[in-house]
């Protein structure tokens, strides 16, 4: 029961992260349009780039974690279930 609050937890930081992944790409988003040099604009768009990037990587970790989070809430169901009861 343990590694599911954990894989729990793990999923919710995940979630997070790319949150602020998204908040980061709406932020230099904005600052690229308002930049003034080309040089500017090439830094926020690869800024841009990375944060995406980073919220791929993310988005794939989270995908892992919540398909070990349903391998281990079946296997504690099938444990619950195969319990008998003591009479």
Do not use: C, N, W
Request: glycine letters at 2%; hydrophobic letters at 35%; zero cysteines.
């Amino acid at each position: 029961m343990e590694i599911i609050k954990d894989l729990e937890e793990l999923a919710e930081g995940i979630s997070i992260a790319i949150a602020r992944e998204k908040a980061s790409v709406e932020y230099y988003t904005k600052a690229y349009q308002k930049a003034r040099t080309e040089s500017a604009r090439r830094v926020f768009a690869l800024l841009i780039e990375q944060e995406k990037m980073h919220e791929d990587k993310l988005r794939g970790q989270l995908q892992e974690v919540k398909s070990q989070l349903e391998m281990e809430r079946l296997k504690e169901k099938k444990k619950s279930s195969s319990r008998t009861p003591q009479e």
